[in-house]
């Protein structure tokens, strides 16, 4: 979810603590239409509790070029589905261009692969 979107859920999220319930309905209406609209579930946005952080913010690791093409491939079919929102496509036209430049991450990885996963469910 790119940085803008997220602050803007989170703003919405925040109305749900209103006392006007008019105002909690209208902003859960509105997470519920910005989540069919970017295809995210709520197993994607919400992070289990023992999960943990894999990745040093100081020290990123880069997938090798090898295993970045199996990644290539999986956007590229993922891409080839007809159900994806514009916001998950544009996600993964920018993972590809990622990979062309040496840009892409285990964590990027391993979020696309956990993508592919929920979407095949």
């Known amino acids: 979810m790119p940085a803008s979107d997220r602050t803007g859920f989170i703003a919405?999220?925040?109305?749900?603590?209103?006392?006007?319930d008019a105002a909690v309905v209208a902003a859960?209406?509105?997470?519920?239409?910005?989540m069919d609209a970017s295809g995210l579930t709520w197993?994607?946005?919400?992070v289990e509790a023992d999960a943990e952080d894999d990745v040093d913010d100081g020290d990123t690791a880069f997938?090798?070029?090898?295993?970045?093409?199996?990644?290539?491939?999986?956007?590229d079919n993922l891409l080839a589905r007809g159900d994806l929102?514009?916001?998950?496509?544009?996600?993964l036209e920018d993972?590809?261009?990622?990979?062309?430049?040496?840009e892409f991450t285990e964590a990027d990885s391993q979020y696309l692969?956990?993508?592919?996963?929920?979407l095949s469910d």
């Open 63 to 75: 997938v090798p070029v090898s295993d970045a093409s199996s990644d290539a491939e999986l956007i």
């Open 95 to 102: 993972y590809k261009q990622d990979i062309a430049e040496g």
């Open 43 to 46: 197993e994607a946005l919400i």
């Open 113 to 118: 692969r956990a993508l592919a996963k929920r």
């Open 12 to 20: 919405l999220l925040e109305q749900l603590r209103q006392d006007d």
């Open 85 to 91: 929102s514009e916001d998950t496509r544009e996600e």
């Open 28 to 34: 859960a209406r509105e997470i519920t239409a910005r």
